[in-house]
């Protein structure tokens, strides 16, 4: 991937979180006649890449502070619907805190089994224009990391990267982990609202 028109800090850190193999523009050298080594292009490359790392260990200690403090409700509706099989009632305490957007059960095999539970306070929020994304019936989610990574780790919750969500179009996070009910493995998955800071 090539990323061009960098003329900015942010611009080129943004190129490199995309895992850009080439970037260029004036951030790093202005065009020439011939091609040359700048002088500081090299400490300016070795500083974005230590910007981009601190980056990346202060969004993961957000991320596990964000999702530590709803582990606790979310392995609570896990167990509920283990014991009660009854997924929408399951997530209702998990789903009245203000973070969470949505539940969904998907089988081994990655197919949502079960229609989206929405948090009363996102319904609100819903955009018509997504209405076709969101009922998840029968979407595959096997390819999606929070799936495989469940079934990878039975009974430990799993916390996805941030991401766009194909449902609303609003980066979000999912909380999922496998339970068997019936002597069949499911993964629960909940997602929550993400805020980049």
């Known amino acids: 991937m090539v990323v061009e028109g960098v003329e900015t800090e942010h611009e080129a850190l943004l190129a490199i979180a995309a895992n850009a193999d080439m970037v260029q523009g004036f951030y790093f050298a202005r065009p020439q006649p011939r091609i040359g080594d700048p002088p500081g292009v090299a400490e300016r490359f070795a500083s974005l890449l230590r910007g981009q790392q601190w980056q990346n260990v202060k969004r993961r200690a957000d991320l596990q502070h964000y999702s530590r403090e709803l582990e606790g409700l979310f392995r609570q509706a896990v167990a509920d619907f283990t014991l009660h099989r009854q997924f929408g009632?399951?997530?209702?305490?998990?789903?009245?805190?203000?973070?969470?957007v949505r539940c969904y059960l998907l089988d081994e095999a990655g197919y949502q089994v079960s229609p989206n539970v929405y948090a009363p306070h996102y319904q609100q929020q819903l955009n018509a224009r997504f209405a076709p994304l969101l009922c998840g019936d029968n979407a595959n989610w096997s390819h999606r990391h929070y799936h495989y990574r469940a079934l990878k780790q039975p009974g430990v919750v799993q916390v996805s990267?941030?991401?766009l969500s194909v449902a609303d179009s609003r980066l979000c996070i999912t909380l999922s982990q496998t339970v068997r009910v019936l002597g069949r493995l499911h993964v629960f998955c909940c997602d929550l609202d993400w805020q980049e800071q």
């Not at 009632?89 to 969470?100: E, G, V």
């Open 89 to 100: 009632q399951s997530c209702r305490l998990l789903l009245a805190d203000p973070r969470a």
């Open 161 to 163: 990267q941030p991401y």
